[in-house]
């Protein structure tokens, strides 16, 4: 299981389940005070133990046409590269956003963070 909160951005992307909508808390920075932010927890047996998390820089990422690089897109580079190991995953997901933009400018910061969960026992 996973517990995870969300800061005024995007849900995760998951191995088996894609794009997974978590409960949004306040922006980070927004509000001083907050007694606790919301949780939402996951079965990592129904969504898939590798995923994605990433912030608006990534899916609000425009090409030189006008177009954001957006959720579909992102969904789709995680699972065309999914089965690579996880840096190189993460190093092609990086290289079809360039692609994308091309000479476009980069007007926000952009991370992405991959995890992959194994058995231990394994």
Same mark, same amino acid.
């Given at each position: 299981?996973?517990?995870?909160?969300?800061?005024?951005?995007?849900?995760?992307?998951?191995?088996?389940?894609?794009?997974?909508?978590?409960?949004?808390?306040?922006?980070?920075?927004?509000?001083?005070?907050?007694?606790?932010?919301?949780?939402?927890?996951?079965?990592?047996?129904?969504?898939?133990?590798?995923?994605?998390?990433?912030?608006?820089?990534?899916?609000?990422?425009?090409?030189?046409?006008?177009?954001?690089?957006?959720?579909?897109?992102?969904?789709?580079?995680?699972?065309?590269?999914?089965?690579?190991?996880?840096? /190189?995953?993460? /190093?092609?997901?990086?290289? /079809?956003?360039?692609?994308?933009?091309?000479?476009?400018?980069?007007?926000? /910061?952009?991370?992405?963070?991959?995890?992959?969960?194994?058995?231990?026992?394994?």
């Amino acid at each position: 299981r996973l517990t995870c909160s969300n800061f005024g951005h995007h849900g995760p992307i998951f191995s088996r389940s894609g794009l997974v909508r978590v409960e949004n808390g306040p922006p980070v920075g927004l509000v001083e005070e907050l007694e606790r932010w919301p949780e939402s927890e996951l079965d990592l047996a129904e969504h898939g133990t590798r995923f994605l998390v990433f912030s608006d820089g990534i899916t609000e990422q425009f090409n030189p046409e006008g177009e954001m690089f957006g959720d579909d897109r992102l969904v789709r580079a995680f699972r065309r590269h999914l089965e690579r190991p996880l840096a /190189d995953m993460v /190093d092609r997901i990086v290289e /079809d956003l360039n692609g994308f933009r091309g000479p476009a400018l980069v007007k926000d /910061d952009q991370t992405l963070l991959a995890l992959d969960f194994v058995d231990a026992g394994a």
